[in-house]
């Protein structure tokens, strides 16, 4: 009589399937996670770049600045008798006038503003670009800066630190159409552009299309640069005097 066969639980081969399917998975969860790091090195390293990219551009803005202001000066020291500047649109011709600072008075205005004659204005304590300042002015109730005159201008120049600000001044259209964000007509008011300004600085990749109080390294009257509407800057916002 013949002794009945007995088999193992499961064949070799499926004992085999089963691991190689195991490996399987576990290969492609690694290939998951390492394609995970990689996406996350990836992004890390485009962030890294971006940031990089946006401290060049600041830089290289405020090289231009720098070197502007080093030639000012040497044209300043050749010409004892401090020759007058021409304005880039041939408009007002401009004195370089050194002045005295002085405190601002708060008057009847909001806390935080200044008072002079009918407005009162707002020097921002932080850096924003020329978009976002304008936008933080309307939302205090104002615009940025508009001179309508030489005394306005003065008055700024003597409470202000010598730092560049943004002010309301812009090129929406075309090249060379200045205009104010209040609607104030460009061509009626007087023009105190620095030397050589504006010049649309080619190395910038969005051009220069917003307008700013120059910095300087002394208290002087201050005048006006075309810079890069995406760099960052402190801002002048300007409301009406309450009853004005």
Request: proline share 3%.
């Amino acid at each position: 009589m013949e002794s009945p066969e007995y088999h193992e639980f499961g064949s070799s081969n499926s004992i085999e399937e089963r691991r190689i399917t195991l490996q399987k998975g576990v290969r492609s969860r690694v290939v998951y996670i390492l394609y995970g790091v990689l996406v996350l090195l990836l992004l890390i390293l485009l962030l890294i770049t971006g940031i990089k990219f946006s401290k060049l551009n600041q830089d290289m803005a405020d090289v231009k600045l720098h070197l502007e202001t080093i030639k000012t000066s040497v044209m300043n020291g050749r010409t004892s008798s401090a020759a007058s500047q021409q304005s880039h649109s041939g408009g007002t011709t401009v004195q370089p006038v050194y002045l005295k600072g002085i405190d601002p008075v708060r008057g009847p205005c909001t806390e935080g503003w200044v008072v002079f004659q009918s407005s009162c204005y707002l020097l921002s304590q932080a850096s924003a670009t020329w978009s976002k300042a304008e936008e933080q002015c309307r939302t205090n109730g104002g615009h940025l800066l508009v001179l309508n005159n030489v005394e306005e201008l003065d008055y700024i120049s003597k409470i202000i630190p010598v730092v560049g600000f943004w002010i309301g001044l812009v090129e929406r259209q075309h090249e060379g159409h200045w205009s104010w964000v209040d609607g104030t007509n460009y061509a009626s008011t007087p023009t105190f552009w620095d030397e050589g300004q504006p010049d649309n600085w080619d190395y910038r990749e969005n051009g220069e299309d917003c307008g700013q109080i120059h910095s300087t390294q002394t208290r002087r009257r201050r005048l006006w640069n075309d810079a890069d509407c995406s760099l960052e800057y402190r801002f002048i916002c300007e409301a009406a005097k309450p009853g004005h």
